[in-house]
């Protein structure tokens, strides 16, 4: 008899009987709202993507990096004894028009003035991205641009190159990849839960990835960033983070189902919720100072990493308390 008191306690707090508590969070009140927000996240993302989609200087969902579609990437720093002279994009892209490169054997040397331009550390930093060139007229673009708007540390230069056929490559396998996720993890859900869990569990992962991308849209067409393979790793992580919390508040509805079987399942998943909400918003926010760490202190390498895993993490984590529970009930019921 004493072990079935408090299953019974929890029971009538939950249908909110007088002289017992009830859930200090009740999210079956604010599922409105929360559907409401979701579905214009998701509007504006697929805005964005449109938008990319139809610039014809992008033409592609995202504004995709050197890795995706290849070509050659040449970081320099400037030499400036305290602070350097005012520098702007156009007179970059200006230096570029006037250089005159050298030929690949019979092949004629790629144009180079329309190449992008991104400025970085007030103008101590550049970052171009460029055709595809052979080490020769790598290193001429180098000493070119050394001579008009030099000059540059020799420690803070980079050249990379990357050919259209490993962007291709990369580009497939991080789709491949990011689909093949997808489909474990529905696979898992489905053993363990059922259908419906599965089905919602891949409707959050949708809408997470989907304003994640939404962002980074936004960020293509207003800002000129670009996505790389690390944006495809911080997705898979993004994904595999929100499973894991959704899963979480399942397991505690699945308990919720044995010990509290005579109440409503939007009960059980308001009782579900308020058990576990102060857990999983601990949780992402101890995942997002080290994030925060790299988005300030972390250079410029895992700057955009940090930032999607940062979005990610933290539309994840609204999806599983304010999507998954609310939507369990309606799809449960139907």
Request: glycine residues 8%; neutral net charge; charged residues 15%.
């Amino acid at each position: 008899m004493t072990a079935a008191q408090p299953a019974t306690a929890t029971s009538s707090a939950a249908a909110g009987l007088p002289g017992l508590p009830s859930p200090r969070f009740r999210i079956s009140r604010w599922r409105r709202p929360a559907w409401i927000g979701s579905l214009l996240g998701c509007a504006l993302s697929i805005l964005g993507l449109v938008l990319c989609w139809s610039n014809p200087a992008i033409h592609a969902p995202l504004r995709p990096g050197l890795d995706f579609t290849g070509g050659t990437q040449i970081q320099l720093e400037r030499s400036c004894p305290s602070t350097c002279p005012t520098l702007g994009a156009d007179a970059v892209r200006d230096a570029l028009a006037s250089l005159r490169l050298p030929p690949d054997r019979e092949e004629p040397a790629p144009a180079v003035g329309g190449s992008a331009v991104q400025l970085l550390d007030g103008g101590r930093s550049l970052v171009l991205r460029l055709p595809a060139l052979t080490a020769d007229q790598g290193e001429a673009v180098v000493r070119g641009l050394s001579r008009a708007i030099g000059p540059f540390n020799a420690s803070g230069t980079s050249v990379n190159t990357i050919g259209p056929t490993l962007g291709d490559r990369l580009l497939r396998g991080s789709i491949i990849s990011l689909l093949a996720s997808f489909a474990a993890i529905a696979a898992y859900i489905t053993f363990m839960y059922s259908g419906v869990f599965a089905f919602l569990a891949l409707l959050c992962l949708a809408h997470d990835v989907l304003i994640t991308c939404g962002v980074f849209a936004w960020l293509g067409l207003l800002a000129g960033v670009e996505v790389d393979s690390l944006f495809a790793v911080a997705l898979i992580t993004v994904a595999g983070y929100s499973v894991t919390d959704t899963v979480v508040i399942y397991d505690r509805i699945r308990e919720q189902k044995k010990v509290l079987a005579d109440i409503s399942l939007i009960d059980q998943v308001d009782v579900a919720v308020d058990a576990t909400i102060t857990r999983s918003l601990y949780t992402s926010f101890t995942t997002l100072l080290p994030l925060l760490a790299l988005i300030f202190f972390g250079g410029s390498t895992l700057f955009w990493f940090a930032v999607a895993l940062s979005v990610g993490i933290a539309v994840g984590s609204w999806s599983s308390i304010g999507l998954a529970p609310t939507l369990l009930p309606v799809l449960s019921r139907r």
